[in-house]
């Protein structure tokens, strides 16, 4: 075996310089041979012999005597001819959204940068344009894109996207019987799973807290998978006890929790986004109330805070890989030519961890109708 060359210094220098130009330290004219000098700590004979062998790579182009250097700005090379301009329509922002979407929109954007495309996230959510559709649509002019993803729209602002002429792809929200490009995650399958595990411990008072758009203008199929899952173990749900309405804000959740354990309080909670479950953990402590002795507790999303939890969170574990490869095939399809809507699912998986316990003693079948947590 070779023994490794050591890079000689004018070789690192090119090599930092290089690396540079890739992360956007640099663009356009490169500084002077004295500046640059200064910054990496070598003389200018190096920085000279640095650039001279970046020119002869093709990295940079001389410009004439006394003037700066050009970096020559290269466009990642694409499988197709061209590349797109995708534009990414959020809910809310990925400050104020969960681990799993954060993970997801930061793995479709890499994953068609890495194709060539150009992927950029619409300054304004959904939320920000309070779900209006004239709003959503002065902010789809203004930010000009060749094809867009949106991420948790409901049935409005998805049936309104389809008939613009930019093609549209949706990744979760509400697009039942719509006609369009897609990827969802199933949670029925897991949905069932939690269910059993809770009606076998004895639980017969289980909420489901979710966003309003999981509710508005009918249940989602999650929610509905919920219901229907109580129907089968011969329970009688009411909607407004099982899955209330409130206002999505933190006092909302607030008065939901308050309004719940009022009167007869429930003996399993099933929460959307980790965000929830930790209001509903600082609730019960403030009640006195332990989970899982006391109550029951689900989380359907998981989080990275979870792991330093003990007992561990029962949760659902979303796919991620799946979503990220449909939607690049999307956008290539959509760059060929050749897509047509197709909705793709993948299912989630129920992990029971140690938050699920027999219902407390006393525990009856008595659910009355919940109304002081409205939303209306």
């Avoid at 805070?305 to 890989?321: A, G, K, N, T």
Wanted: proline share 6%; charged share 20%.
């Amino acid at each position: 075996m070779k023994p490794l060359r050591r890079q000689t210094l004018t070789e690192q220098a090119a090599s930092h310089l290089r690396e540079g130009f890739q992360k956007g330290r640099w663009a356009g004219q490169l500084p002077g041979v004295g500046p640059l000098a200064d910054e990496l700590g070598v003389s200018k004979d190096t920085i000279r012999a640095a650039l001279s062998l970046l020119e002869e790579q093709g990295l940079i182009k001389s410009s004439g005597w006394g003037k700066r250097r050009e970096i020559i700005t290269r466009r990642p090379r694409s499988r197709r001819s061209g590349s797109l301009r995708i534009g990414i329509l959020l809910r809310e922002t990925l400050e104020q959204d969960n681990t799993h979407s954060v993970r997801l929109i930061l793995g479709i954007r890499h994953a068609l940068e890495s194709a060539g495309h150009a992927c950029f996230i619409a300054r304004r959510t959904i939320i920000d344009c309070g779900e209006a559709i004239p709003r959503i649509q002065a902010q789809i002019d203004a930010d000009k894109a060749d094809a867009w993803i949106v991420y948790g729209g409901s049935y409005e602002i998805l049936r309104w996207f389809i008939e613009q002429k930019v093609p549209v792809f949706a990744i979760g929200g509400r697009f039942d019987g719509l006609h369009l490009a897609s990827t969802a995650t199933r949670l029925d399958a897991a949905m069932h799973q939690c269910v059993d595990a809770l009606h076998a411990r004895g639980h017969q008072r289980i909420v489901f807290v979710v966003p309003a758009f999981w509710r508005h203008p009918n249940l989602s199929k999650t929610a509905t998978a919920f219901v229907e899952r109580l129907q089968h173990h011969g329970l009688q749900p009411h909607r407004d006890y099982h899955v209330p309405d409130w206002t999505e804000t933190p006092e909302g959740l607030q008065q939901l929790f308050e309004a719940l354990f009022r009167t007869t309080p429930p003996t399993a909670l099933l929460l959307l986004e980790p965000g929830y479950t930790i209001a509903a953990l600082a609730f019960l402590a403030q009640r006195g109330l332990r989970v899982p002795e006391d109550i029951s507790l689900v989380s359907l999303m998981t989080d990275p805070l979870f792991h330093y939890r003990v007992p561990e969170i029962s949760h659902f574990d979303w796919p991620i890989d799946i979503h990220v490869k449909r939607v690049a095939q999307w956008v290539d399809a959509i760059a060929a030519g050749t897509a047509i809507p197709r909705a793709t699912e993948a299912s989630a998986v129920f992990r029971e961890g140690q938050t699920i316990a027999p219902a407390p003693a006393g525990a009856t079948i008595h659910t009355p109708k919940l109304t002081s947590a409205r939303s209306h």
